[in-house]
């Protein structure tokens, strides 16, 4: 999957650079991205709560956590639940999009 990603922004000159690691142990320094997006994953991360918790520490005050989810998924976290959890991570809702079977909420770090 990587590769075929790498090669489509190769071919389409995307300004995107894709990473492997470890969601609980992101290898950035804290205050580094605008945006995170966690399609499909988070409920299937073990240590869910260290992983919102350690992208919360590499986003930017301000930046935005967009957690997506789709029905078809057979441990489909609910909405509220995925609120739960980010709030849990210090982070707050700030809007979210799509119906029962397809949703993206956003959050946002708060600015100290």
């Known amino acids: 999957m990587i590769s075929l990603a790498n090669a489509k922004i190769k071919n389409n000159k995307l300004p995107v650079r894709l990473f492997l690691g470890d969601v609980r142990n992101i290898h950035f320094l804290s205050n580094k991205f605008d945006v995170v997006f966690v399609f499909t994953v988070l409920h299937h991360v073990v240590g869910w709560q260290g992983a919102l918790k350690e992208i919360n520490r590499v986003l930017k005050p301000g930046g935005i956590v967009s957690l997506c989810e789709l029905f078809i ?26 119906n029962f079977f397809v949703y993206q909420l956003n959050f946002i770090k708060k600015r100290t």
């Open 73 to 98: 998924d057979p441990d489909y976290p609910l909405r509220k639940t995925e609120k739960k959890w980010a709030k849990k991570a210090g982070l707050e809702f700030h809007e979210g999009f799509g």
